[in-house]
Every structure is written in structure tokens, then in C-alpha cells.
């Protein structure tokens, strides 16, 4: 009875040791949802008006506290033409409240295409990266599979000289990400961005 009762809890040791526990169930859904391959090609194809693009998220830095992801959005038929390159990290702000804070890479072209290059993250190091400041994007639950965030108004300056602020809207839910980002001027005038809509992503399947 004594070696059976040893054989059960034997592999379950082994998985508790091998396995890390998840502090924050709801943060740990979130970035379950963000992370992935994911394209607006059915919108493309329905709206010319709209580039076809390919948004990837891969989780970086697994060994340092929080989670870290490497964003990418680039041209879907010309993957040399790589738009955004972002890392960022997510964690809980309050009871109710998440917040990404975005960075910059120092070197972007590096980090291009990151099925073939994920390993070199390894070695980006903190002094790699500079944060947006006022760039902080915070993200309420809205349902058991979406989660909406945005950045404050008129908090992120934009490097583009006729640009004086940028804002960002999210919608994340099960397989799908919604993104409507737009650039405006020192009057408020919208000046970039799309003006119907986001853009939206499809998760690849696999």
C-alpha cells in the first residue's frame, strides 16, 4: 500500500517543482490572450482603406518578476517592413486595474523577425530599452475574456514633429485584438491614425 501511495505522489512532486505557480490568475489571462501571431487580413481584404498588417507577441524574460512581452506589428506581404517594434511589461496596478508600461530598443533591427530570433532577447539588457514616458496604458476587465485599456489623454508625446500627442485604445478578448491608435496635434486635431475605426486582429491559427 505504502509503494502505491509512493508511485501517486511521486509525479506530482515532479510537477509541482517543474511547474511555476501563478501569483495572479487574471494578469496571467491576460497576457494568455495578448500572446501570439495574429493578422487584420479579413479586414484588409474588406476595406482596401486599411493595410493588411501582422501583429506577434512573444513572452520575453521569463526569469525577471512580472511579464514581459516583445511586440511586433509589420507588412504582412513585405515582412522587411516592420512598423513597431515595442518591449512591454504588464502588471497589476490595483484590485481592478492592470498597466503596461512600454519601451523602446536601442537597436530594433536586431530584434526583426522573432520566430528566427527569439533567443537574443536573452541577452537585451535593461539599458537596451528606454520607457515611454506617460505612455502607461491601463487595462480594467470588462468580461471573464475581454479586457479594455487605454492611455490617459494627452499624456504620450509623440516623437513626429506635427504630432503633439498620441492615444491608444485596446479590446482584447478570446482569439481577437482591437487597436485604434491616433495622433494629435497641440489643438487637438486629430492629424493621424485611422478615423472610422481600429484595427483589428485575428489570431493565426496554428
Known amino acids: 500500500m505504502k509503494q502505491f501511495l509512493l508511485i501517486i505522489f511521486l ?8 511547474s511555476k505557480p501563478i501569483k495572479d490568475v487574471e494578469l496571467h489571462k491576460l497576457i494568455l490572450l495578448l500572446t501570439g501571431e495574429f493578422s487584420n487580413e479579413e479586414q484588409a ?6 493595410t493588411h498588417l501582422n501583429l506577434k507577441n512573444i513572452r520575453i524574460w ?17 515582412h522587411n517592413l ?6 512591454i511589461n504588464y502588471k497589476r496596478m490595483n484590485a481592478s486595474t ?15 523577425g522573432i520566430q528566427e530570433k527569439s ?4 541577452k537585451l539588457t535593461r539599458d537596451s530599452i528606454i520607457i515611454r514616458d506617460g505612455c502607461q496604458m491601463y487595462f480594467k476587465k470588462k468580461t471573464s475574456t475581454i479586457y479594455s485599456g487605454k492611455i490617459k489623454k494627452k499624456s504620450c508625446p509623440s516623437s513626429i ?9 485596446f479590446v482584447i478578448s478570446k482569439n481577437k485584438i482591437s ?27 496554428k
Open 62 to 78: 521569463e526569469n525577471k518578476p512580472g511579464y514581459w512581452l516583445y511586440s511586433e506589428v509589420s507588412n504582412a506581404k513585405n
Open 45 to 50: 481584404e474588406n476595406d482596401v482603406s486599411f
Open 179 to 205: 487597436i485604434w491608435t491616433k495622433g494629435y496635434d497641440n489643438n487637438g486635431k486629430q492629424v493621424w491614425g485611422k478615423i472610422k475605426g481600429p484595427y483589428k486582429y485575428k489570431r493565426l491559427k
Open 98 to 112: 492592470f498597466v503596461s508600461t512600454s519601451y523602446t530598443i536601442l537597436n530594433p533591427e536586431n530584434y526583426k
Open 82 to 87: 516592420v512598423y513597431i517594434q515595442r518591449i
Open 161 to 169: 514633429d506635427y504630432i503633439d500627442y498620441i492615444t491608444s485604445a
Open 11 to 18: 509525479p506530482t512532486l515532479f510537477l509541482s517543482c517543474d
Open 119 to 122: 533567443k537574443l532577447f536573452n
